[in-house]
C-alpha cells in the first residue's frame, strides 16, 4: 500500500499548477454569481492583451478574481467594487474609460475632429462667390480671356480630404491590431489548446514546439511579460526541460515573492530536476508558500508525500489532512488521500483525528445610539470566518422586538453544517445587520455591527454585538 500511494501522491502534486488553477467560489445566492460573473467580464486583465478576468489565466487575473469575489461576499455594490479596482491599476483595468479631465482628447477627439472637416466642408459650400472689380474703358474694349479652368474643383478636395482622414484612422487602427497583438492573440489560442489535453500525442507535441518558439520570439521583445513568461515556465516543465523552467520560474518567484502558486511550482520543478529528491530550496519554497496560503494544493501533497517516504506519518497525515480540507469531496482524488491519511495514521500507530465539535453560541444584539428602526424589521445575525470563506457558519433571522432576548447560533442547526471544515477556519466573528430590505444581501441603508475575532478553543459564554455602522453605497 505504501509503494503505491507515494507515485500516486506524487501524480497528484506534479499537475499541481492545474489543481491550483481551479478556482470554485461559493455565493450566497443565484444574483451574487451573476454579478460576479458580469464584473469579471466587464474588468480587464492588468497584465493581458486583451483578455477579461474572466478568460486570461495570468496570475494577477485570479488574485483580482479572489479579490472580487471577496468584495462581493462583504456586501460591496457593483460601483463599489469598480472604484477599488479603478484605485488600484488604474483606468486600463476599465474596457470602457470613465470620462475625465485625462480622458477628453480620448472621447472628444473623434467627435472633435469630425466636426472640424464637416464644418470645413459647409463652411466650403456657402462662401459666397467674391465679385470681380470693375473693368477700365481699355480693358473692356479688349478680347475676352478665357479663365483658366481648375484641375480639381474645391469640393472635390475636401471630399478627398475626409476621405484620406477616415483611411488614415481606420488604417492605424487595423495596423495596431493587425501588428501589435497578432502574435500574442495567436500564442494565447495555441496555448489554450496545449493546456487543454485535448489533442492527440502527435499534435500536442507539434502544438508544444510551436508554442515554445513562439514564447522566446516573443519574450525576447518583450521580457517584462509575465503571463507569457508564466506560460513558458508550465510549458518548459511539462517538457522536462528543467534548467529553462527552474529560470523562468525564479524570475517569477523574484517579481511575485508572495504568489503561493509559483512559490510551490517553482519548488515542484526543483523537486523533479532533482531525480523526485526534496531538496533544502525545495522544501523551503513549499513552506514559503504554505505561510502565504496555508491551503495550497502543491505544498500539502509534496510535504505529506515526502514525510510519508521519511516514515514520518505524523507530519504525512497532518499535510494530507489539509490538502484532504481544500479537495472537493466525492472525487476520486479526495477518496485516495484519505486513504493515504488512513494508511499514515495506522503506520505511525495514530489516532483517527475525530470531527471538530460545533460552535454554539449566544449573542445579545442592541441597536446602537441614532439607529431607529421600527418592532417588525428584519434583523440577520451571522456568524463567519474572520479569513476564509465568507457564507455564514450559521445564521439567525429575527426582529427587532425580538432581540430583548438574545440570539442563539448553533453551527450544528447551519444549512452549512459539513460544507466548510470548522477545523480549518482559526478565528471567527459575529455580525449583525439590520435589514431594511429583510434581503440577507447588504444594501444601502442597512446598518450593522460586528464583534472582535474569537478563537474556538476561547469562545465567551456570552457575546455582545452593537448595531451601530451604516452599510456603504
Not at 41 to 57: G, I, M, V, Y
Not at 143 to 162: E, K, Y
Not at 264 to 269: G, K
Not at 449 to 472: H, T, Y
Amino acid at each position: 500500500m505504501r509503494r503505491l500511494l507515494v507515485p500516486f501522491f506524487l501524480l497528484l502534486c506534479c499537475s499541481g499548477p492545474l489543481l491550483a488553477a481551479i478556482e470554485s467560489y461559493e455565493f450566497q445566492n443565484e444574483e451574487q454569481r451573476a454579478r460576479y460573473q458580469q464584473l469579471s467580464e466587464e474588468l480587464r486583465c492588468p497584465k493581458c492583451q486583451n483578455q477579461n478576468l474572466a478568460d486570461s489565466d495570468a496570475q494577477i487575473a485570479a488574485d483580482l478574481r479572489r479579490e472580487l469575489h471577496a468584495q462581493l461576499m462583504a456586501g460591496k455594490s457593483d460601483e463599489a467594487i469598480v472604484e477599488f479596482m479603478r484605485e488600484r491599476y488604474g483606468d486600463f483595468v476599465l474596457y470602457k474609460p470613465r470620462v475625465q479631465r485625462n480622458t477628453l482628447l480620448l472621447w472628444l477627439g473623434p467627435v472633435a475632429l469630425l466636426t472640424l472637416v464637416g464644418g470645413l466642408l459647409w463652411w466650403s459650400r456657402r462662401v459666397p462667390a467674391v465679385s470681380p472689380a470693375p473693368l477700365s474703358p481699355q480693358e473692356a474694349e479688349a478680347p475676352a480671356q478665357p479663365l483658366p479652368t481648375p484641375v480639381v474643383s474645391p469640393r472635390i478636395i475636401n471630399l478627398l480630404s475626409l476621405l484620406v482622414l477616415l483611411v488614415v484612422a481606420a488604417g492605424s487602427l487595423l495596423l495596431y491590431r493587425h501588428f501589435g497583438a497578432m502574435q500574442a492573440l495567436q500564442i494565447t489560442e495555441v496555448g489554450q489548446q496545449v493546456f487543454s489535453g485535448q489533442l492527440p500525442e502527435q499534435e500536442q507535441r507539434q502544438r508544444q514546439e510551436l508554442l515554445l518558439a513562439e514564447l522566446d520570439d516573443w519574450l525576447q521583445s518583450h521580457p517584462q511579460d509575465e503571463k507569457f513568461l508564466y506560460m513558458r515556465a508550465r510549458l518548459l516543465s511539462e517538457g522536462g526541460v528543467w534548467d529553462r523552467a527552474v529560470a523562468d520560474y525564479r524570475e517569477l518567484v523574484s517579481r511575485f515573492p508572495e504568489q503561493d502558486n509559483l512559490l510551490a511550482e517553482y519548488a515542484q520543478v526543483l523537486f523533479l530536476q532533482a531525480n523526485r529528491t526534496m531538496t533544502a530550496d525545495a522544501a523551503a519554497f513549499l513552506q514559503q508558500a504554505l505561510q502565504v496560503n496555508p491551503h495550497n494544493v502543491t505544498a500539502l501533497g509534496l510535504l505529506g508525500m515526502h514525510a510519508f517516504e521519511q516514515q514520518d506519518y505524523k507530519a504525512a497525515a497532518d499535510y494530507w489532512q489539509r490538502l484532504l480540507r481544500v479537495m472537493p469531496s466525492g472525487t476520486g482524488q479526495a477518496e485516495t488521500i484519505a486513504a493515504g491519511v488512513a494508511r499514515a495514521r495506522e503506520l505511525g500507530g495514530l489516532p483517527a483525528e475525530a470531527p471538530p465539535a460545533d460552535i454554539r453560541l449566544q449573542v445579545q444584539v442592541t441597536l446602537g445610539e441614532g439607529v431607529q428602526a421600527g418592532p417588525d424589521e428584519t434583523v440577520f445575525v451571522l456568524l463567519r470566518a474572520v479569513n476564509g470563506p465568507r457564507m455564514p457558519l450559521a445564521a439567525v433571522r429575527t426582529t427587532v422586538a425580538a432581540l430583548a432576548q438574545p440570539v442563539m447560533l448553533d453551527t450544528a442547526a447551519s444549512p452549512m453544517r459539513g460544507q466548510v471544515d470548522l477545523a480549518a477556519i482559526g478565528q471567527f466573528e459575529v455580525v449583525a445587520r439590520l435589514s431594511r430590505s429583510g434581503q440577507p444581501v447588504p444594501a444601502a441603508g442597512d446598518w450593522e455591527g460586528n464583534s472582535e475575532p474569537i478563537v474556538r478553543d476561547k469562545l465567551p459564554e456570552s457575546l455582545a454585538v452593537s448595531i451601530s455602522r451604516a452599510v456603504a453605497p
